[in-house]
C-alpha cells in the first residue's frame, strides 16, 4: 500500500517536474487581505511588476522568473504556515514582511530550511538581531537610522533649542523617543528637553498633552503616533485648534496619504521624512526610479509608494546579487548583498550595513499643501 | 484512536493497550505515510499541538457547560515561559514544561475563584477580560518580550538520564507532538470516567440531582477549570520551540476561534471531536485555501451554521441521517 503511495507520489512529481525545473521561484509572503490587505497587494505588485520586467530582458541566469505570492493575513500563526508551504514549493528566495512579529515568527522557519529570506518592510531591529536568521536581509529603514535623520534635522538645521516629545506610549513611541536622544548625546546638544508628552495607541483625543506643550512653547514638537487612520489626523487637527507655534516634526514614515485625507490643510508646515518619494530629490533625478514609477503607474494606475519600492528594490537587489554570483545558494547570495553596494536600485546604489540593513537615503519634507498631499524636499546639513 | 475513548470495558486492558501501542506506533509514521515532506511534518506537528490547545477548553465547554474566552491566557502563558526560561535561564524542556503547569493551576485557580460564582455570559465575559488584560501586559512588558516577542528560542531539549532529546526541526518535534496528544488523549479519556468527569456533567446537566448527592457545584467548577488550563499550557509550551518565536499575538482571536470552531464543529463531549475539528480546520487553511478574508467568511459560516442548525455538531448531523435512513420499524422508540 505504501509503496502504491509513495510510486503515485513519484509518478505525479516526475510529470510536473520539466515544466518547473527550468524556472527560478520568487515567493512573495505579505498580508492581502484585512487591513493591511493593500499595503501588502502593492509590495507583491511591485515585485511582480519587476519580475516582469527581469523575464523581458530574458530572466534570469537563463532561467524564467515565477512569482509565488502568499496572504500572511497579518497573522503570525498563518505566516507560519505560509512558509512552510514555500519551503515545499522549493521558493529560491522569499520576500516578505509587513508586520514585525509575522517576520520574527517566519524567519527560523525559514533560515532552518535553508531558504533565502528578504524583509521587505518589517522594522523591528530584533529581525537583524541574527538569532532567528544569520544572513537576515531587510530594506526598509531601521529605527536607529530614523532617529538620526530626525534628530540632525532638528538639532542642526532647525537649531532648536528647547525641544518637547508627543510620544506614544509602547515599544514603538518610546523605543524611537529614546533613540532620538541618544542622538542628541552624539550630536552635543546644547538645548534642553523641556517635557515629554504621553499618549496610548488608541488615544483620539489630545487636548490635555497638546495644553501642556503650548504652555512649555518648545522650538519644536517630536512626535511619533502610528495610529495614521485615525489618532494621527485628529493629534494633527486638534494642534493647529490649539494654535501651537512650535514646529510639529513628525517620527519618520507617519505622514501617511490617510493623514492627508482626512485633517488635509492641517497638516500645512509639517516637517517629517521618508526613505522614497518617487517625484522627490534625490529619487526625481535616478534613471532607475524613474523607469519603475512610469511602468507602475502604466501597469496599476496609481503612483508607486515606498512600499512598491521596497518591493521592487528587494528583487533588483536579490536579482543582481544572483547574477554577479551565478548561484541561488542562499550564503552566496547573502554574502554578496551583506555588506556591500548593490548598483541600479530604485534607490540608487544599494548599500547593505554588515548586518544586512539597507542604509537608506531620507528626504526631510515640509507639508506644503496637506489636501492635495503636496511636499517640498528640505535641505539637509 | 476512536477505540481508546470509546474504551468498550468488554475489551479489556491488555487489548486497549495494544490497539493503542499500534495506533501510536502508526502516528509516527503518518508523516512519512503522508510523503515525508516538510510540509506533511509541519502541518501535522501543527494539528497535534493545536488539538491539545483545543482539549483544555473542550473539557471547560462539554463538561461546565460554559464558554471560556480566557483559554488564550494559559495558551500565552505556556509559550511565554518556555521562551523565557530557556532563552534567559537555558533551562531544559522538562523544567519549563513544569514551570508551565505551575502558571497555569496559579493563573487557573485564581480566575476560577473569581468566576466562582459567574454563569454563562458573565464567565465568558470575565474570563475574555482576563485575557485582554494578559496581552496587555505582554505587549507592554519589556522584560517578557513586550510588543516584539521574544526571537531565538533553542532546541527543546529533553534529558532523558543518560541521553537527552534534542528536536528543533519539524521532524525532530513531531514524536513529541504525537507524545503529548496522546497523553492528552489518555488524560481526557480518564477524565471522562473519573469521579470529577460524571460529576461535572451532572452538575450541568441536572443540578437539583447534583445538590441531593451531596456535590458542591463551586468546587467541581473550579477543579475542572483548574484542571483545563496547564493542558492548553502544554500546547502554548510546545508551539513555543516549533515557532521558535513567541509574541503577543498568542492572544490573538486566531486561536480563540480556532479552539472553540474545533469543538463545536464535530460535537461536544467528543472525545476525538476537537482533534478530527482541529484536523479539518486546518487542512482547509492549508491546503484548500481560498485567501484570507475567505477563510475567515468559512470559518463563521460554519461555525453559525452548525450551532443554529446541528448544535450537537456534526456527530449529531450524522446521527440525524442515520436515524433518518433506518425503516419505520426500525426506528428506535422515542
Known sequence: MMRTIQLAVVALLA???????????????????GGAGPDGQTVTNAVKLMVDEINAKGGLLGRKLVVVSKDDESTPAVGVSRANEMIAEKADVVIEGWNSPVTLAMQPILARAGVLDITAVSKSDLILSGESNPYAIRINSSNGFDAEVIAKYVVNTLKAKKIAFLTQNDVYGNGFQSAVEAEFKKLNFSGQIVTTEKFAFKDTDFRVQLTNLKTANPDAIIVTNSSNSSGLPAMVEQYRQADIKSTFVGAVGIMLTTVFKVAGDANNGIISADIYFWDLPPFNGIAESNAFAAAFKKAYGADPDKSAALGAAAVQVWASAVQATKSLDRKTVADAIRGKTIKGTVFGDATFLPNGQLQPRYVVFKVVDGKNAKLEALPQN | MTAIGQGRPASGPALRATVFVVLAVIGLFLPRLLGGTSVAYSTLTTIAIFAVM????????????????GHTLFWAIGGYTAANLSVKYGLNGWSTALATIAL???AAGFLGAVTLRTREFVFSLVTYAAAVVGYEIAFNWDAIGGSDGIVGISALKLPFGVATFSGATQEDLWPVALALLLLTLIFIARFRRSRLGTAALMVQMNPALAASLGIDPRKIRLAVFVLSAPITGLAGWLYAYQRAYVGPDMFETYFLVLMLTSVVLVGRRVLVGPLIGTALLIAQQNLFSLGGDWNKIILGAVLALVLIFWPAGLIGLFRNFRKAKL???????E
Open chain 2, 104 to 106: 497555569c493551576v496559579v
Open chain 2, 327 to 333: 425503516s419505520p420499524q426500525e426506528k428506535p422508540q
Open chain 2, 54 to 69: 483545543c482539549y483544555g477548553i473542550d473539557i471547560v465547554l462539554s463538561y461546565l457547560g460554559e464558554v471560556s474566552l
Open chain 1, 15 to 33: 510529470l510536473g517536474a520539466p515544466a518547473m525545473a527550468q524556472d527560478i521561484k520568487v515567493g512573495t509572503i505579505f498580508p492581502l487581505s
